[in-house]
Structure formats: C-alpha cells, structure tokens
C-alpha cells in the first residue's frame, strides 16, 4: 500500500534528534528519505553503540526508511553534487547552525534558487532572530531554560528528564511544518522554510505553567512527582514495585476516596477542588501511599482499575519491553541489522492511519551503503564515482 507521500524525496542532512526524526516520520509516511553523512559516518550514528559495527540505539530507530549517502559538501564536487540533488528533490532537513548551512551550500536562499518548489525544515537551538541566535546546544539546554528543569526533581536540585523530550517534540512540529508547506505548495507551487527551535518548544510544553506565573506569581517549586494542580498525583510504593496513580476532576477525586475507604475525605475543605487538592497533595500521598504499604502492584492496580483510577506500573526498559499490551498490540517492529545479535525492536507506528497506514519498508542504512546507487541515478559513471572516491568526496 502506497504511503501519502509516495513521490516526495527528502534529503535529511539531520543530526542527532530534532533533524533526523523529522525524516524519520515523513519516510514512514512514504516519502524516500536520503540520510547525508559525513564520509566517516556523522556523530549521530555512533551513540550508544549496540550492534558489532559501532552503531548506536538511536541510530538505528531514526534511520529507518532511509538510503544511506555519505558526502562531503564542503569540497566543490560535493558542493555540485548537493545541487543535483536539490533539484530532484521536494524537502531538505538540516538541524545545523545557520552559518554551516550557508557553507554546505543548503541554506534557503541558495536551494531556493535552484528549485523554487523546494522546503527547507531547519532547526536550532534558539531560532534565527534574538540575541542567542548564533549559539549551538542540545535538548536539556531548553529543559533547562524553559522552566521545565527547575520544576522537576525534588525542589533542591533542577532534575533533567532523561527522555530527550524536547528534541522529539520539535522533530514533531518540524513535521507538521513540512506536511504544511507540502499542502501549500501544491496551491502555491512554491516552496518555504519551515523553522523550529528546541528552545521555542520546551517553551510550548511548559507554556501553562509560564501563563500561570506570569498571572498569579506563585513560584512553585519542584515537588518531586507530585502533581501541582491535582491530588492525589503521585508515585506510590506498593510490596514488590511502584505505581503511578492520579486523581483529577471531582468524579475522579470522589471514586478515589471510595477505594481508601474513606468517603468523608470529599468534605474535608482541603480538598475541595482540583487546585486544593494540588496544594494539599502531600496530604493526599500520604493517605494514599499507607494503602499501598500492604498491596503488591498488581493487586494496587487492579483495584484502582476496577474504578476507573487512571494508574500504572513504574517500568524498568526491560519491563517496558516484556509488557503484555506492548506485545500483543504489535507496538514493536524487530528489524535485522547487521552485525546485531538480535533484532532491533524499533516502534512499529508512532501514528496509525486507517487507510494510509506508516511503514517500515527497510532498516537504518549501513555508513555509505547506498552511494553508488544514489549517485548513478543522478547521472555519475562508474569511473566517475572512483574519482569522487579518491578525492574523499563521497
């Protein structure tokens, strides 16, 4: 089954994360993705190394639907080659500081102007306008900047998610930007550049929370899992593990006091709404923490279940990947790689479509494995191909 962007190619000049997922999901989406690295394989693809060649974890999640080209677009030959492909093609990703765009040759102005209908989906760390313009840095730097760091841990120290959420959530937002600008472009012929910034991100997840102190200037502080505007809203520790369980909203809150037994906590004045609870929740853990003491998690969770409390289980990676739902739902896709003792258990569908379902059509590329392909389809000779080789140009 055709994907819904059949006859789109991308070329994802992408690093890390916030790049390089962004193709990711327009490949699974149909689109021939092209993974540009440099000749001795990009940073990217060695971290975490898990299979015998080198490659890394993340590596091999967000390179699959991709052919593998290694260039160097710094020499005039890949500065040519670069061209070629820009011409063919309908997205470029690059996730690189805007003066490094401007040398490889693959900043707007310059892909523009060899093919208007082209879309440039660039991010960086802080955007292109303001005075932290020209910096570099990673996911945690917009965790730390947006509040978001300052607000996690347990009040003493800033605590970072580990989780590289803020990367994720702008390689989303990098896609809808694209899938935007292809709609667009199909009224408008024209191509556009898509811009995204980590820092612009971490900002919109925790935008409520700024709103909140811009308005009421509460300063909260971390409260390590506690929720701040609901209770109970915690972590709690049954006999062999922990549990995660909250009660938001009245007929929650009401359900909630009925499994503790103690009906009469819905009018106690502490608690009477989501915000007073929230204030209170400490008070609400501790209520609620004393029924665990006496429960395995699985006897927890099932009487919570029985009521409607939405709850679950605290997982290690390993429980994470034996979950009984997680493998009857199909949630993973095992890939062969070589060099890979085992099959790699990367997402099956981050979106599922009814109709026009994402695929996984093939695994991560290996360093340069599709070169020569790429570049006889671009017009190159064999003999040429030799040369482009000795110079280090591919």
Partial sequence: MAGVLEGIRVLDFGRYIAGPFCGTMLGDLGAEVIRIEKL???????????????????????????LGLTLNPMKPAGREIVKKLVAISDVVIANLPYEDLEKMGIDYDTISAINPRVILATTSTFGSEGPYATRVGFDTIGQAMSGAMFLSGDGKVPTRMNAPFVDFGTALLNTVGVLAALIDRARSGKGQKVETALLRTAINITNSHLIEQAMLSLNRIATLNRGFTAGPSDTFKCKDGWIYAMAIGQPLFVRWCKVMGNDALVQDPRFKDDLARGDNGE????????????????????????????????????QALDDKHVKDAKFMHPMDFPGAANPVPVLQEPVK???????????APALGEHTDQILLELGYDAAQIRKLREDRVV
């Fill in 283 to 318: 008070a609400l853990s501790a209520i609620m923490q004393t029924w665990c003491d006496s429960r395995t998690t699985a006897e927890a969770l099932a009487a919570l279940e029985a009521n409607r409390i939405p709850a679950g289980p605290v997982y290690t990676p390993q």
């Fill in 353 to 363: 479509l009814s109709r026009t379902p994402l695929t996984i059509r093939r695994r």
């Fill in 40 to 66: 001795e394989g990009s940073e990217d693809r060695w971290v975490t190394p898990v299979v015998e060649g080198g490659e890394g974890a993340m590596f091999l999640q967000m390179g699959r639907n991709k």
